[in-house]
């Protein structure tokens, strides 16, 4: 089982630049959630998605944007990029929005200079 | 709003000895899900072990269990027989009814020392 896929695993963008983080999953989960974890600190959630077509913001969603076209894929789209993007980003899956687990992809340790 | 603190930025223990890692939180929910999640130096997120609000049973899985006080809105994480593959970051979630996200901690350091 592949469970929740990053990529890519490092990058390093010049300020201004734009990319794309993807993430995949294989679960069929319905809820997925891109988060960022600067250095020595707790995950915070930027944007989610409670399905296909249905996204919505979470604590720290500017400079960012997501599509969800399917159920599998939810990519992070970085928008002329600042060093304060600086970050590990992480996307997760869960089944439904009620007590279950979330499932954590590999990361992806982007630095912006 | 909902909200996680964990007062110990860094723990430390010996090998073989048990360890609390202190989580506290507030949140206005009634049924809410606390959880505990292991990242170690490689940086992916492991979880641990599931609290539900109204389980009157604290949650145990393997060397893991969570002291889970209601009424003073803590669910502390003990490691029993420490182990030096523990050495990690530990962080405390939570998720409420009110919305489907996870609300993290900070984080605290423990190292098991030999």
């Known amino acids: 089982n592949a469970g929740v896929t990053q990529t890519p695993k490092f990058r390093i963008l010049k300020i201004g630049q734009s990319m794309t983080l993807q993430c995949t999953q294989d679960m069929n989960h319905n809820y997925m959630y891109w988060y960022r974890q600067d250095p020595g600190m707790g995950l915070k959630l930027i944007y989610y998605?409670?399905?296909?077509?249905?996204?919505d913001k979470g604590e720290v969603p500017n400079g960012y944007n997501v599509s969800r076209s399917t159920t599998e894929d939810f990519p992070l789209r970085l928008e002329l990029a600042a060093p304060s993007q600086t970050s590990v980003y992480f996307c997760?899956?869960?089944?439904?929005?009620?007590?279950?687990?979330?499932?954590f992809g590999p990361g992806t340790r982007l630095t912006v200079t | 709003a909902q909200k996680i603190t964990q007062t110990q930025p860094g723990m430390f223990v010996q090998e073989k000895e048990a360890v609390t890692l202190d989580c506290t939180y507030d949140t206005s929910d009634q049924s809410y899900g606390l959880f505990w999640y292991k990242q170690p130096s490689s940086g992916e997120m492991i979880f641990l072990i599931y609290q539900g609000s109204y389980d009157e049973q604290n949650a145990t899985e393997g060397r893991y269990s969570l002291n889970f006080q209601k009424a003073r809105k803590s669910a502390n994480l003990v490691i029993s027989a420490s182990q030096l593959g523990d050495s990690a970051m530990y962080f405390c979630a939570m998720r409420g009814t009110s919305g489907s996200r996870l609300t993290f901690g900070e984080g605290t350091q423990l190292t098991v020392n030999p």
């Open positions: 998605s409670v399905g296909a077509g249905i996204t």
């Open positions: 997760a899956s869960t089944w439904t929005g009620d007590l279950d687990e979330q499932y």
